[in-house]
């Protein structure tokens, strides 16, 4: 399974992004959402992520 990542971009909104095992990215978000719960919601509409590793 794609390892997936949510941080906070500059503008203090959250994004996420999925991976492969290399580092590449397969996948991320679009848009910035104020809530992180939103952001989570989207990437598992947007494919296989189970789980979110909070990138800092």
């Keep these: ?9 500059v503008k203090g909104e959250w994004r996420w992004r999925r991976t492969n ?7 991320y978000a679009t848009e910035g959402f104020e809530k992180r719960e939103d952001c989570e919601k ?3 509409e947007e494919g296989p992520c189970t789980s979110y590793k909070l990138k800092v």
């Design 21 to 27: 095992k290399k580092g590449d990215i397969l996948a």
């Design 1 to 9: 399974m794609p390892k997936c990542e949510i941080y906070q971009d």
């Design 42 to 44: 989207n990437g598992k």
